[in-house]
Every structure is written in structure tokens, then in C-alpha cells.
């Protein structure tokens, strides 16, 4: 069964940092595209940060560029987001999401929810004092 499974989430004080991890299972991350998106409450979904199977290309929103930083350990099957300088403006919930690099015929699909259609159940951010 293909899986994507977020953690991580939690309440951090503004100008603080976590880490997200999207652990995959009954899938080889080297071959799938992975995203980050999230939602804030009243408020459509969106691409946040994007990293390329093929050759590890990354995207970021201009809302977090220079704040977040997307990574991933194919060893450990994972994909991570590291998240400094946190506003109360990042509070959502952050999804993690996957394609399949060979149904993409490009380096990279654009980071938007409807290029990606394997999802996680989501994680919660909180950034409040």
C-alpha cells in the first residue's frame, strides 16, 4: 500500500523553528516527485516547498523562500521540512504529497495540489505566543 505519513507538527512561539518528516512506505522515494502544501483555515491549499526526484531540484513559495528548507534521505525513504524564523501567518495544516516521476513528463511538475495525487493525512502547525 502506497504511504506518506507526515510528523511533526505542534505550537512553536513566533521566530521559532520545527521540522516536518514525510516517512514513505510501499514506495521508492527516489522515484516520486514529493511536495509540501498546506492550509490555513477559510484558505485554499497551497504549494509551499517542492523537490524533484530526477535531480533534486527544489521549489519554495515566496511566502517562506529564504525561511524553509526542503530535504530528503532515500535511505531513510523520507522527505523533510525544516522550518526557522516561523510567523503566525505559517499556522496551517501542512500536508505532504507525491507523483510519480514517470507520469510526469517534465524535470519537476509545478508545486499546486492538482499535480500531485498521493497524499498524507496532514500536520498540524501552530505559530502563536
Known amino acids: 500500500q502506497l504511504k506518506l505519513v507526515e510528523s511533526g507538527g505542534g505550537l512553536v512561539e513566533p521566530g521559532g523553528s520545527l521540522r516536518l518528516s514525510c516517512e514513505a512506505s510501499?514506495?521508492?522515494?527516489?522515484?516520486?516527485?514529493i511536495g509540501w502544501f498546506r492550509q490555513a483555515p477559510g484558505k485554499e491549499r497551497e504549494g509551499v516547498s517542492c523537490?524533484?526526484?530526477?535531480?533534486?531540484?527544489?521549489y519554495y513559495s515566496d511566502a517562506v523562500k529564504g525561511r524553509f528548507t526542503i530535504s530528503r534521505d532515500i535511505v531513510k525513504n523520507t522527505v523533510y521540512l525544516q522550518m526557522n524564523s516561523l510567523k503566525p501567518e505559517d499556522t496551517a495544516v501542512y500536508y505532504c504529497?507525491?507523483?510519480?516521476?514517470?507520469?510526469?513528463?517534465?524535470?519537476?511538475?509545478?508545486?499546486?495540489?492538482?499535480?500531485?495525487?498521493?497524499w498524507g493525512q496532514g500536520t498540524q502547525v501552530t505559530v502563536s505566543s
Open positions: 510501499g514506495l521508492i522515494l527516489g522515484v516520486w516527485h
Open positions: 523537490i524533484s526526484s530526477r535531480d533534486g531540484s527544489t
Open positions: 504529497a507525491g507523483v510519480g516521476s514517470w507520469t510526469v513528463t517534465t524535470l519537476q511538475p509545478k508545486c499546486v495540489p492538482p499535480e500531485y495525487d498521493l
